[in-house]
C-alpha cells in the first residue's frame, strides 16, 4: 500500500509540473477533480449498497475497497488538485480573489476530516469486517463514517461551485 502511495504521488508531481503550461495545468486540475469527487461518492454508493444488503462479505469487500479507491483515486485527485490549482492560483491570487481563499479553506477542512477521522474509521471498519462485518460497533463505526464523510464530501461540493462561479464573496 505505501508504494502504491508513493507512485500516486510521484506521478501527480510530475504531471503538474509548472512547464507544462496553463491549459495543461487547467486540465489536470479538472482530471483531478474528477478522480476526487468520483471516487468520494462512489464509495459512498458503495458502502451504503453493501450495509443495505446485510451480507458480511459485501461489508468486507466494500470497506477494504474504500481504502483502496482512496489511494488509487483520492490521493492522486487530490494531489492534481492541489498541485495544479496552486499553479494556476497564482494568477487568481494576485487579484485577490476572495473565492480562492474560502475554496483552499474548504478544501482543507474536507482534507482534515478525511485524515483525521475518516481514515482511523476505515482502518478500524476494515479490521472489524474481518470478524464481525455485521454486528452493532460496525454498524455505529459505519454511521460515523457516513456522517462525517457526508460532511468531507459537502465541502468539496461547495468548492467546485466556487471554483466554477467565482462570486464576488465580499
Given at each position: 500500500m505505501k508504494k502504491g502511495i508513493l507512485i500516486a504521488l510521484a506521478v501527480s508531481v510530475v504531471l503538474s509540473l509548472p512547464f507544462y503550461g496553463y491549459m495543461w495545468n487547467l486540465f489536470m486540475h479538472i482530471f483531478g477533480a474528477i478522480l476526487f469527487m468520483g471516487n468520494i461518492i462512489v464509495t459512498a454508493a458503495w458502502l451504503s449498497m453493501a450495509k443495505r444488503s446485510g451480507s458480511g462479505g459485501a461489508v468486507q469487500m466494500a470497506t477494504r475497497s474504500v481504502v483502496v479507491t482512496d489511494v488509487m483515486f483520492t490521493l492522486p485527485g487530490s494531489m492534481l488538485l492541489l498541485l495544479n490549482g496552486g499553479i494556476m492560483g497564482t494568477v487568481w491570487f494576485k487579484e485577490k480573489a476572495p473565492w480562492i481563499f474560502a475554496s483552499i479553506a474548504l478544501f482543507l477542512l474536507s482534507a482534515i476530516i478525511w485524515?483525521?477521522?475518516?481514515?482511523?474509521?476505515?482502518?478500524?471498519?476494515?479490521?472489524?469486517?474481518?470478524?464481525?462485518?455485521?454486528?452493532?460497533?460496525?454498524?455505529?463505526?459505519?454511521?460515523?463514517?457516513?456522517?462525517?464523510?457526508?460532511?468531507?464530501?459537502?465541502?468539496?461540493?461547495?468548492?467546485?461551485?466556487?471554483?466554477?462561479?467565482?462570486?464576488?464573496?465580499?
Open positions: 485524515v483525521a477521522v475518516l481514515v482511523p474509521l476505515q482502518r478500524r471498519m476494515v479490521a472489524l469486517s474481518q470478524s464481525e462485518p455485521t454486528g452493532p460497533e460496525m454498524a455505529a463505526l459505519m454511521g460515523k463514517w457516513f456522517r462525517f464523510g457526508g460532511i468531507a464530501t459537502l465541502l468539496p461540493f461547495i468548492t467546485l461551485v466556487l471554483m466554477v462561479a467565482k462570486p464576488k464573496l465580499w
